[in-house]
């Protein structure tokens, strides 16, 4: 498992769009399973997106799914997450995550014991 640095996130209308960025120093993330998860007030972490390392296959839970975009840049060490329609309900703070260990992608956003990173707020609200 990878340790990012999640920015790009802040404050949004609902209906608008964030696009987050996860930055690793690894020089290339070719071949890890990357994932972007989500922790609401007093909840615990979601996936929200996901995506292989092997062939690029995605995973996006029915909440997210047609709003969020997961892609990647393995030479850079980058993960990014395009959001749009944002809800209320989007509210939390986004992490990233990266592994070999997991390498199907509804397994990897089901996934737990990452060592989460300090994450980027995003907050939805009129």
């Known amino acids: 498992q990878l340790q990012f640095v999640e920015s790009g996130g802040g404050l949004v209308q609902p209906g608008g769009s964030l696009r987050l960025s996860c930055t690793t120093s690894t020089f290339s993330l070719d071949g890890y399973t990357v994932g972007w998860f989500r922790q609401a007030p007093g909840k615990g972490h979601d996936g929200v997106s996901c995506?292989?390392?092997?062939?690029?296959?995605?995973y996006y839970p029915d909440s997210v799914k047609g709003r969020f975009t997961i892609s990647r840049d393995n030479a850079k060490g980058t993960v990014y997450l395009q959001m749009s329609s944002l809800k209320p309900e989007d509210t939390a703070t986004y992490y990233c995550?990266?592994?070999?260990?997991?390498?199907?992608?509804?397994?990897?956003?089901?996934?737990?014991?990452?060592?989460w990173g300090l994450g980027t707020q995003v907050t939805v609200s009129s």
């Open positions: 995506m292989s390392g092997s062939d690029d296959t995605t």
């Open positions: 995550a990266a592994t070999r260990r997991v390498t199907d992608v509804q397994q990897m956003c089901l996934a737990a014991g990452f060592s």
